[in-house]
T-cell receptor
Framework: DSGVTQTPKHLITATGQRVTLRCSPR?????VYWYQQSLDQGLQFLIQ???????AKGNILERFSAQQFPDLHSELNLSSLELGDSALYFC????????????FGSGTRLTVV | AQTVTQSQPEMSVQEAETVTLSCTYDTSESDYYLFWYKQPPSRQMILVIR??????QNATENRFSVNFQKAAKSFSLKISDSQLGDAAMYFC????????????FGTGTRLKVLA
């Protein structure tokens, strides 16, 4: 157990639907990062939050949004889902500055049918 | 913009032998971090080793070591005494020392370990 908890582990939904992925960071970590990994590809950075505020955006679609709550957990909302959104979505957390890198969660496997 | 390139989509190694995975990157920054992550079939991302660019000494972690050539922008991973449990996807990642701390990942190398 890495200390970063992602739920659900698997999600199957239809095109056009909306889903919410949840992440609880490791205790003490203020930064949360979301990444998308399409089939057998590298991870693509989506968005970063630090202590409730958005810090950086990557290649995140307008149909996607995220937030970090006062208790530091984060949610990634994906709407108007398309087949191409099927991927593994990782959350990671770190202390400020991330000197030793991130701790990743085990990911949420999203399948859009 | 920074880029990370892993030119070996797949590698094989005999159990107990040594294998080296290649990674090159491009950046105009002088201070940054480099990482190797392992992704086994469970899909969990596991940190293998990290290197700080300002340190000339190559990082080592048990059977894992890196060859960091800053001028050449090369960061290879050497796995010694390969074990069946080393079979996985290996990703090289770059991270700036300032700013957003986002990672830029390479496309990965699939390592097969042959018994």
């Amino acid at each position: 157990d890495s200390g970063v908890t992602q739920t659900p582990k698997h999600l199957i939904t239809a095109t056009g639907q909306r889903v919410t992925l949840r992440c609880s960071p490791r205790s003490g970590d203020l930064s949360v990062y979301w990444y998308q990994q399409s089939l057998d590809q590298g991870l693509q950075f989506l968005i970063q939050y630090y202590n409730g505020e958005e810090r950086a955006k990557g290649n995140i679609l307008e149909r996607f949004s995220a937030q970090q709550f006062p208790d530091l957990h984060s949610e990634l909302n994906l709407s108007s889902l398309e087949l191409g959104d099927s991927a593994l979505y990782f959350c990671a957390s770190s202390v400020a500055g991330a000197p030793r890198g991130y701790t990743f969660g085990s990911g949420t496997r999203l399948t859009v049918v | 913009a920074q880029t990370v390139t892993q030119s070996q989509p797949e590698m094989s190694v005999q159990e107990a032998e040594t294998v080296t995975l290649s990674c090159t990157y491009d950046t105009s920054e002088s201070d940054y971090y480099l990482f190797w992550y392992k992704q086994p079939p469970s899909r969990q991302m596991i940190l293998v080793i990290r290197q700080e660019a300002y340190k000339q000494q190559n990082a080592t972690e048990n059977r894992f070591s890196v060859n960091f050539q800053k001028a050449a922008k090369s960061f290879s991973l050497k796995i010694s005494d390969s074990q069946l449990g080393d079979a996985a996807m290996y990703f090289c990642a770059y991270r700036s020392s300032s700013g957003t701390y986002k990672y830029i990942f390479g496309t990965g190398t699939r390592l097969k370990v042959l018994a």
